[in-house]
C-alpha cells in the first residue's frame, strides 16, 4: 500500500514569492491534515480535512497561507507572498479509523521549505 | 493554553542500558500517540494508547499511559544503536477529531 505521497520535497524560494505544496494520502483516508515542523520542534497543526471539507482551520494564518482539497481526495498548500519566517517543513498526513474505533494518522515524507 | 512537554529534551545514552522518556500534559485526555522521527525523514507511528493504564510494547520500547496523572512514559530496554532518533509523544485534545498536540520531542543518541 502507498503512503501519503508529498512533493516537492525541497523548495528554496525567496521571501515575498509564492510557493504550493501537494498531498496525495492514502487511498480511503477521508482526513487529511497539514502540519508545520519547525527545526527542532514537534509539529503543529495548520489545517484539517474531512473530505472536500475543512473543520479545523484556526491555526492557519489566512492572510497569506491558504489550502484546497478537491474532490476530497488530494491537496494543495500555498503560501503567498512567503516570509522568511515560513521555513520549515510541511507534512501532511491522512487517517482513517481503524477496526479498533481509533484513528492513526500516517504522514508523507515532508517538503522542506527554505525562504532567503 | 495546552502543554505537551518531554522531558529530557536530549538523551545520550549507552547501548544496553535502561531508560525512561516522560510526556506530560494538562489537558484531560485518554488518547495518546508516540512517534519516531529520524533526522530527515517523516514522523513513524510507534503506539497508540487509548485508556487509562494502557500499556504497549514494540520489541525494545514500551509506553504506558496514566491519563489521571496526565503522563505517559516510553521506556527504552537494553538500548541498541539503531533505536536512536527523535521521539514525540502527542495529545488528542478533542474526542472523535483526532486534534493532536505534540511535545518537543526528545532526542535520542545511543552510543556503541
Known amino acids: 500500500e502507498a503512503g501519503v505521497v508529498q512533493s516537492p520535497r525541497y523548495k528554496i524560494i525567496e521571501k515575498k514569492q509564492p510557493v504550493a505544496f501537494w498531498c496525495n494520502p492514502i487511498s480511503g483516508h477521508n482526513t487529511l491534515y497539514w502540519y508545520r515542523q519547525n527545526l527542532g520542534q514537534g509539529p503543529e497543526l495548520l489545517i484539517r480535512y474531512e473530505n472536500e471539507e475543512a473543520v479545523d482551520d484556526s491555526q492557519l494564518p489566512k492572510d497569506r497561507f491558504s489550502a484546497e482539497r478537491l474532490k476530497g481526495v488530494d491537496s494543495t498548500l500555498k503560501i503567498q507572498p512567503a516570509e522568511l519566517g515560513d521555513s520549515a517543513v510541511y507534512l501532511c498526513?491522512?487517517?482513517?479509523?481503524?477496526?479498533?474505533?481509533?484513528?492513526?494518522?500516517?504522514f508523507g515524507p515532508g517538503t522542506r521549505l527554505t525562504v532567503t | 493554553e495546552l502543554k505537551v512537554e518531554q522531558n529530557p529534551l536530549f538523551l545520550s545514552m549507552q547501548e544496553g542500558k535502561n531508560y525512561t522518556i516522560y510526556c506530560n500534559y494538562s489537558t484531560t485526555s485518554d488518547r495518546l500517540y508516540w512517534y519516531r522521527q529520524d533526522p530527515g525523514k517523516s514522523l513513524e507511528s510507534l503506539f497508540v494508547l487509548l485508556s487509562n493504564g494502557a500499556v504497549k510494547q514494540e520489541g525494545r520500547l514500551m509506553a504506558s499511559l496514566d491519563t489521571k496523572a496526565r503522563l505517559s512514559t516510553l521506556h527504552i530496554t537494553a538500548a541498541v544503536h539503531d533505536l536512536s532518533a527523535t521521539y514525540f509523544c502527542?495529545?488528542?485534545?478533542?474526542?472523535?477529531?483526532?486534534?493532536?498536540?505534540f511535545g518537543q520531542g526528545t532526542r535520542l543518541t545511543i552510543n556503541p
Open positions: 498526513a491522512s487517517s482513517a479509523r481503524t477496526s479498533g474505533g481509533s484513528y492513526e494518522q500516517y
Open positions: 502527542a495529545v488528542d485534545i478533542i474526542q472523535g477529531a483526532q486534534k493532536l498536540v
